[in-house]
């Protein structure tokens, strides 16, 4: 089945440095990917989401590109923020009529002064 | 102005109790989600609808029913509350269009 792995379960930074999140995806379709960030005690909202027309989607800073090839969505930012600071969340949804996300299990990511 | 809303926000049961989490949303959004979080299991799906009389079962919907009266409305019911089922619980509804989906604010349940 579908699947989206984030394999770093926390990311410990100093502030100014570049950031990377990592996700990967098993996907039999041509899925769309998605990132969530939630900060302590909110909800999760939306950050950003791959398109199809081969934008690279942008949002606080935040990037993130679609590659197809080697199945990723990585999450980049070029100069961390303190307020960077929470949880951040990669899905898939599969573009069906099952409306579902497959959710990543999570990368907890912490800036430091 | 907040288009999920969840009531309440913070409960404390008794086990074997029954429990009942509302979910509203002004989005318009056919489709509605229960989630619970836990630190270390990211975020569980337990029951979605795809409208007003409509729920399915997730991933994870055993102990839980769900209840969807409206298009506005979607509720989580515990009727025989666990200690294991102590969790934050987000409502979410979803534009089916986007494939995007929108969260409320969380209820943090407790059960003793």
């Known amino acids: 089945g579908d699947s989206v792995t984030q394999t770093e379960g926390l990311v410990t930074l100093t502030e100014g440095l570049p950031v990377m999140l990592n996700c990967t995806y098993q996907?039999?379709?041509?899925?769309?990917l998605f990132w969530y960030v939630q900060h302590l005690n909110e909800a999760p909202k939306l950050l950003l989401k791959s398109f199809t027309d081969n934008k690279r989607p942008e949002h606080q800073g935040f990037h993130a590109t679609l590659h197809k090839s080697s199945s990723s969505f990585h999450l980049q930012k070029s100069s961390a923020q303190l307020s960077d600071s929470a949880l951040y969340y990669c899905a898939l949804s599969e573009g069906d009529s099952n409306y579902q996300l497959i959710w990543g299990s999570g990368t907890k990511l912490i800036i430091k002064p | 102005e907040a288009a999920v809303t969840q009531s309440p926000r913070n409960k404390v049961a008794v086990t074997g109790g029954k429990v009942t989490l509302s979910c509203n949303q002004t989005?318009?959004?056919?489709?509605m989600y229960w989630y619970r979080q836990d630190t270390g299991h990211g975020l569980r799906l337990i029951h979605y609808?795809?409208?007003?009389?409509?729920?399915e079962k997730g991933d994870i919907p055993d102990g839980y029913k769900a209840s969807r009266p409206s298009q506005e409305n979607f509720s989580l019911i515990l009727e025989l509350a666990t200690p294991s089922q102590t969790s934050v619980y987000f409502c979410?509804?979803?534009?089916?269009?986007?494939?995007?989906?929108?969260f409320g604010p969380g209820t943090r349940l407790t059960v003793l």
């Open positions: 996907s039999t379709y041509s899925p769309f």
């Open positions: 609808s795809y409208g007003a009389g409509s729920t």
């Open positions: 989005n318009n959004h056919n489709n």
């Open positions: 979410a509804s979803g534009a089916p269009v986007l494939y995007e989906q929108y």
